[in-house]
């Protein structure tokens, strides 16, 4: 069992920044692909950014061009620069892996922007 401790979330207002972390338990090596995602109060969960093993990044494209998804392999931590936040990025963030048939979840950390 995979676990993952996120951290890095908190209030700012409109047009700062936070980087967003999550460490995992063992080598992200391992991991085929890494992932975060946000809820917001009655929405849907969606994929924020990823990157898979490769080093192959997505990233939603209400984010793209300010969020940017990286590794320190050392740490074991996958890191979301966040940019520019906008209210709209309210939300829980969570990170995700995925290794073979397997998915980790992390606890979850809240991110409030303020206008």
């Known amino acids: 069992q995979v676990q993952l401790v996120e951290s890095g979330g908190g209030l700012v207002q409109a047009g700062g920044s936070l980087r967003l972390s999550c460490q995992a338990s063992e080598s992200i090596f391992s991991f085929e692909t890494m992932t975060w995602y946000r809820q917001a109060p009655g929405k849907q969960r969606e994929l924020v950014a990823g990157?898979?093993?490769?080093?192959?990044?997505n990233y939603a494209d209400s984010v793209k061009g300010r969020f940017t998804i990286s590794t320190n392999n050392a740490k074991n931590t996958v890191y979301l620069q966040m940019n520019s936040l906008k209210p709209e990025d309210t939300a829980v963030y969570y990170c995700?892996?995925?290794?073979?048939?397997?998915?980790?979840w992390g606890q979850g950390t809240q991110v409030t922007v303020s206008s």
């Open positions: 990157v898979t093993s490769s080093g192959s990044e």
């Open positions: 995700n892996v995925h290794r073979f048939f397997y998915e980790y």
